[in-house]
């Protein structure tokens, strides 16, 4: 990937400026497929009956939760992942973040299979995981079937108190061979970031930039259970936290990974730590099927090294058009 | 082939001795033989009928006159505990544990007719961190995480001490079972007495440990037919599903207190001695790292290959537990119910 460049977000773009943001959005939206924007979505949710419910009906629901949770009357699976408290607690902020504050376009949620097992890869940015979270939301809500994303964390996230007990009650697990291919294994949707720390901590004059795919082991495991990768590219994460300086001393203080300096962090602090309010895509790529290989076939490091390059190229071409569409970092 | 002549271990611990109560009553095995340092209880001693006990330390050289004179051909190893009796106990605990099986797999050894040992280990030799897989299987091995004393090393220690053997008299059927925390109404462990703390129960801040539990009744049942079959193996024994800690805690009706981990065991410590408890809890840093993560195992192999599933999955074990022992809830549901109540009525209003 010598050849990789980062398309400029301002400037090469010609803007009409008497063209009116709205008039924009619309037109790409019939370019693509119909984004529907939350109330709809939640109406044809299984779970949640009528759209418009009553202040009553939901303060009822309300205090049978808080009983389930008081009384233990509730299931976790066997990684710790709670649905009820995922769809109650954890997800209705994110919500608000994804279609407010971000303005989340899902596209090709077709892409997703309908109820077998699939390995989402998508590229990782922004300082903060958020991207991960926004990813969660759209699945969760733009699937037909509003599946949940099981999403593949570094044991960072595990081995910190609180971030480690919620990141499990919202359905991740380590990233580690043994789990991720359990669960493709058991028919789940699995959403891995292989450029990590790598992709999500990069200065923000390489953004939109894929870098290395770690060791490729989400390829394999997605060979050994013969489920397909569905690449996902996500853009606008990048802009939320600009990281243009890393302060290295601090951050092998805290044993962070990074510590990041933004425009508006650490020196504005708590204040800095809001994401600027960029307007974000995901888009969801044509599935790579990994069940016509001989078996064995993730024995083969060349196979393994194509598939893996090939996963990221297609992440790349996407990230570029997707940028090359996009006229404004905050309009979209 | 059936067993004839059984010698089980640690018969004055609550799996050795019911372990011998249940062969006792099997009358395909000709004899039952329990060993241990010390009388098993007179309850115990009463369940165990026509068990014959034998007070003998398994590290002094007596216990292979008693296999080779009995004709012992099945030997279960059911004596390495996780409790020391007290503070201090610790050297003494690990001697029993490790140096006991190697001198119980000597005697073995060199007795032709044991043809089959049973050994009790446990899933504590997995480890519990933030770097392991969520679920164990069978085939992998703890790495080197594993705290340099304890339980879980003297466990550890002693399935190696086992695979040796094995490779020694490849003639005799090896059956490795690796339970996961045990429960039940009779059942008297550390999490036992940790669940029935009064009122609050203290867990580590910010955590919330996955727990995967195994109903006595179900260990005691996978023992026996290890005895009575011969299924070669090293086996996960857990029951189906997990629990959280804090769901756990909740379930037995208490309130989840937490506090940072360094403070948990004095905190146990405290509000058991508050109580006026006789035996103290020994809460060391295993149990809080157990809290702390937690441990999951695979029993697929269980069922297929052992051919034994769990009657009680760990959320019916736990509430067996929690009835069993007349646990009263520090909030009562009747109380629950009419806040509920209240509140549905108000609601109604609002209508």
């Known amino acids: 990937m010598a050849t990789a460049r980062v398309i400029p977000l301002h400037g090469n773009i010609p803007v009409n400026d008497a063209e009116p943001a709205m008039a924009r959005q619309t037109a790409r939206r019939g370019r693509t497929e119909p984004v529907e924007p939350a109330p709809e979505v939640t109406a044809t949710e299984p779970d949640q009956p009528a759209p418009p419910r009553e202040l009553a009906d939901r303060l009822a629901d309300f205090v049978a939760f808080t009983r389930r949770r008081l009384t233990g009357e509730y299931e976790v699976d066997e990684y710790g992942f709670d649905a009820e408290l995922a769809d109650n607690m954890l997800l209705p902020p994110l919500r608000q973040l994804f279609q407010k504050w971000f303005r989340v376009e899902v596209i090709g949620a077709h892409n997703l299979p309908e109820s077998s097992g699939a390995l989402l890869v998508a590229n990782h940015s922004g300082t903060f995981p958020i991207d991960a979270m926004m990813t969660a939301v759209a699945v969760r809500d733009h699937h037909p079937q509003g599946r949940f994303l099981r999403m593949l964390g570094a044991d960072l996230v595990f081995r910190t108190p609180v971030v480690g007990s919620l990141a499990r009650k919202s359905g991740q697990t380590l990233a580690c061979n043994a789990d991720a291919e359990r669960l493709l294994r058991d028919g789940n949707l699995v959403g891995v970031w292989p450029e990590g720390f790598k992709g999500i901590g990069k200065p923000f004059r390489d953004r939109y930039k894929l870098q290395r795919f770690g060791r490729g082991g989400f390829v394999s495991a997605a060979l050994r259970t013969g489920t397909p990768i569905v690449p996902c590219a996500i853009v606008g994460a990048e802009e939320i936290y600009p990281k243009i300086a890393d302060l290295k001393p601090l951050a092998r203080l805290f044993g962070f990974p990074y510590f990041p300096v933004t425009p508006l962090f650490p020196h504005l602090g708590p204040l800095g730590l809001v994401p600027l309010p960029s307007k974000w895509f995901i888009e969801f790529g044509e599935p790579i099927r990994t069940d016509e290989f001989e078996p064995g076939a993730a024995e083969d490091p060349m196979l393994m090294f194509n598939l893996t390059d090939q996963v990221r190229e297609t992440i790349q071409q996407t990230l570029y058009r997707l940028l090359s569409q996009r006229a404004n970092v905050f309009l979209g | 082939?059936?067993?004839?002549?059984?010698?089980?271990?640690?018969?004055?611990?609550?799996?050795?001795?019911?372990?011998?109560?249940?062969?006792?009553?099997?009358?395909?095995?000709?004899?039952?033989?329990?060993?241990?340092?010390?009388?098993?209880?007179?309850?115990?001693?009463?369940?165990?009928?026509?068990?014959?006990?034998?007070?003998?330390?398994?590290?002094?050289?007596?216990?292979?006159?008693?296999?080779?004179?009995?004709?012992?051909?099945?030997?279960?190893?059911?004596?390495?505990?996780?409790?020391?009796?007290?503070?201090?106990?610790?050297?003494?605990?690990?001697?029993?544990?490790?140096?006991?099986?190697?001198?119980?797999?000597?005697?073995?050894?060199?007795?032709?007719?044991?043809?089959?040992?049973?050994?009790?280990?446990?899933?504590?030799?997995?480890?519990?961190?933030?770097?392991?897989?969520?679920?164990?299987?069978?085939?992998?091995?703890?790495?080197?995480?594993?705290?340099?004393?304890?339980?879980?090393?003297?466990?550890?220690?002693?399935?190696?001490?086992?695979?040796?053997?094995?490779?020694?008299?490849?003639?005799?059927?090896?059956?490795?079972?690796?339970?996961?925390?045990?429960?039940?109404?009779?059942?008297?462990?550390?999490?036992?007495?940790?669940?029935?703390?009064?009122?609050?129960?203290?867990?580590?801040?910010?955590?919330?440990?996955?727990?995967?539990?195994?109903?006595?009744?179900?260990?005691?049942?996978?023992?026996?037919?290890?005895?009575?079959?011969?299924?070669?193996?090293?086996?996960?024994?857990?029951?189906?599903?997990?629990?959280?800690?804090?769901?756990?805690?909740?379930?037995a009706g208490r309130i989840p207190l937490p506090v940072p981990a360094r403070i948990v065991g004095p905190v146990v410590g405290a509000s058991k001695s508050l109580l006026g408890g006789a035996r103290l809890l020994d809460f060391g840093p295993e149990q809080v790292r157990f809290l702390t993560f937690g441990r999951v195992v695979d029993n697929t192999k269980l069922k297929t290959v052992f051919g034994y599933t769990p009657r009680w999955t760990t959320r019916q074990a736990f509430d067996d537990y929690v009835h069993g022992k007349g646990l009263r809830p520090a909030i009562s549901p009747d109380r629950l119910d009419e806040v509920e109540r209240g509140v549905l009525a108000a609601v109604d209003l609002l209508r």
């Open chain 2, 1 to 251: 082939m059936a067993a004839n002549n059984v010698l089980v271990t640690g018969v004055s611990g609550y799996l050795g001795g019911h372990l011998a109560a249940r062969l006792a009553e099997d009358d395909r095995i000709d004899r039952v033989i329990g060993v241990d340092t010390a009388a098993p209880s007179p309850e115990l001693t009463a369940l165990m009928g026509r068990a014959e006990f034998v007070r003998a330390d398994i590290r002094n050289p007596l216990i292979s006159r008693v296999i080779t004179t009995a004709k012992v051909d099945t030997v279960v190893h059911a004596s390495p505990t996780a409790h020391p009796s007290g503070p201090g106990a610790r050297p003494l605990h690990k001697e029993m544990n490790v140096i006991g099986t190697m001198q119980l797999l000597a005697a073995c050894q060199r007795s032709p007719l044991v043809r089959k040992i049973v050994v009790k280990s446990t899933a504590a030799v997995y480890g519990a961190g933030p770097r392991d897989p969520a679920v164990f299987t069978e085939e992998m091995v703890a790495a080197s995480r594993l705290p340099s004393s304890g339980y879980a090393q003297d466990n550890a220690e002693i399935e190696s001490y086992v695979r040796g053997f094995g490779r020694r008299r490849p003639d005799v059927a090896i059956t490795t079972l690796r339970f996961t925390n045990l429960i039940g109404p009779t059942v008297d462990t550390v999490l036992t007495r940790y669940f029935s703390l009064p009122g609050t129960v203290p867990m580590v801040l910010g955590r919330d440990a996955r727990l995967q539990l195994l109903h006595a009744e179900d260990a005691l049942a996978v023992l026996h037919r290890a005895v009575e079959q011969d299924l070669p193996g090293v086996f996960n024994v857990g029951g189906d599903g997990i629990l959280l800690l804090s769901q756990a805690i909740r379930r």
